[in-house]
């Protein structure tokens, strides 16, 4: 008895190779895809999100620094009083009474520059704090005609894809007078 093979015999030279099926080749596509958008946003992450970050931080670093300054002059300060500006379009400026004289802070859109006069070109300030996309918001705190504290709240302020952020927001208080004792009394008035 003969029995017949249905199944083709091998050709000798090729090869048998399955091939891919059409559905599989449409999950490798999809995967390739979620992978590559993956690795765009993670290369605009660290393209720009980073360095914004670091210039962020830097920012901080510095408005910290003029921060510190700051509370050293009003803790050891006499008095501080805000500077009425005659032109509406200038920068707030502070005047912090300290023993020795006066210092002046003026804080400017993209710097606060310290110094024993204001806006004199000729008198060179103190000390100059470059700041860009840095925000103060500040006030003197006075009871009876007398100031016992001053309130600043900073922030670092941007656009982004036509949307304002705020980041790094921070509020402080100093006392005037704190270093000599003379604030712990102003303020329990």
């Known amino acids: 008895m003969h029995s017949r093979n ?11 190779r399955p091939a891919m099926s059409l559905m599989e080749m449409l999950v490798l596509i999809a995967l390739f895809v979620v992978i ?8 605009r992450t660290f393209a ?7 210039r962020d931080f830097q920012t901080n670093v510095t408005v910290q620094d003029m ?18 500006n005659d032109d509406e379009t200038a920068s707030p400026v502070l005047a912090v009474t300290l023993p020795d004289g006066v210092v002046f802070y003026e ?12 806006g004199d070109p000729n008198e ?11 925000v103060f918001e500040w006030q003197v705190l006075a009871r009876d005609n007398q100031a ?5 709240t900073t922030a670092i302020e941007r656009v982004i894809l036509a949307r304002l952020e705020r980041k790094l927001r921070n509020s402080h ?3 005037v007078g704190l270093a000599n004792g003379a604030g712990i009394e102003n303020a329990s008035e």
């Open 6 to 16: 249905t199944t083709h015999p091998k050709r000798p030279g090729r090869a048998v």
């Open 36 to 43: 590559t958008d993956f690795a765009i946003r993670m290369i």
């Open 48 to 54: 720009g999100d980073v360095p914004r970050s670091y």
């Open 67 to 84: 921060l510190r300054q700051l509370r050293k002059d009003v803790e050891a300060g006499r008095d501080i009083r805000r500077m009425p």
């Open 107 to 118: 804080f400017r859109p993209d710097k606060v520059l310290r110094g024993p006069t204001v």
């Open 124 to 134: 060179m300030p103190l000390h100059t704090w470059p700041v860009p996309q840095a």
């Open 148 to 152: 016992y504290a001053m309130e600043i």
């Open 173 to 175: 208080v100093f006392f």
